[in-house]
């Protein structure tokens, strides 16, 4: 009788085991909270700042997180499944939309006349709709001059 509850109870325990190491091997990759936002131009890699996009054209802009210590955690969000979005002041001095396969990045359009201002808030989410977590308003300004990536 003892060598059966003895049996019984090592048999309980290692399988008690294999459920904690199985669980904790699946659990899903942790990742960092975004604390702040940088926008770049996706051709050069150079940081938009201050804000400034062509007039009258499409801009391809690379979104970047970071975390609280300045972190770049861009790769991680996107390998976690991660959104972000732009969202202009005003629709009619621009719109943003998604870049098919690139998530942080988005075509900007530029419909106002240079030297006309507006403001730009960045989205961040697990959904497309990219509404968990919003940085800005920022102000931006359009500017004449070629686009740095002209789209058709």
Do not use: N, W
Request: charged share 20%.
């Amino acid at each position: 009788m003892k060598a059966t509850t003895l049996k019984l109870l090592l048999a309980t325990t290692a399988f008690a085991l294999t459920l904690a190491a199985c669980s904790s091997d699946e659990s899903a990759p942790e990742h960092g909270t975004p604390a702040s936002v940088k926008l770049f131009d996706t051709e050069t890699s150079a940081e938009l700042q201050p804000i400034e996009l062509p007039a009258s054209a499409t801009t391809r802009v690379t979104v970047h997180f970071y975390d609280a210590d300045g972190d770049d955690i861009s790769q991680e969000l996107i390998d976690t499944g991660h959104f972000t979005s732009l969202t202009f002041g005003s629709v009619a001095f621009a719109t943003s939309a998604p870049v098919t396969g690139e998530v942080f990045q988005r075509d900007v359009t530029v419909f106002a006349d240079p030297l006309q201002a507006s403001t730009v808030t960045v989205g961040y989410g697990h959904e497309e709709d990219a509404d968990e977590l919003a940085f800005g308003p920022y102000p931006v300004t359009a500017v004449e001059g070629a686009p740095l990536v002209r789209r058709p």
